[in-house]
């Protein structure tokens, strides 16, 4: 079971590693990693938001591969919380992010940062939603 206080230390290590990469500027280097922290993080955010509105029991693991279509995620979520359609399509968009990362060839640091990115808004989503800063 994963509670709201793993989550929340799962973001926050995850984070502290990925601003590492940056200040040291390997992101494309380390993008393999990246593309792994990012789609956690991004789950971790979604559960820790769903936790705190008792949507989901303590007992329930959001899996990247929830995310693999919008119809799978729309399926695995098939219940109302805010901001629903544009966390998933967030969260969608990760997925397939991590995939071009994570196997295969080496890809540009445009995609790196595309990661990024698209795992921050998800970030300021949750923190807007839940009120607090992760």
Known sequence: MT????????????LEDIN?????NLIVERQKLIG????????????????????????FNV????????KTAKERFDFDFPQKKKLLDLLVEQEKCRTLLCYG?????????????????IK???QEIIGEDL
């Open 124 to 126: 300021e989503i949750v």
């Open 36 to 59: 792994f922290s990012t789609s956690e993080i991004s789950c971790n955010l979604l559960a820790l938001l769903l936790h705190k509105k008792n949507l989901i029991s303590p007992g």
């Open 20 to 24: 590492e990469k940056i200040r040291s």
């Open 105 to 121: 060839r080496e890809k540009e640091k445009k995609l790196v940062e595309k990661s990024i990115e698209n795992m921050n808004k």
């Open 63 to 70: 899996n990247h591969r929830f995310f693999v279509s919008e």
């Open 3 to 14: 509670s709201e206080e793993e989550h929340r230390k799962n973001i926050k290590e995850l």
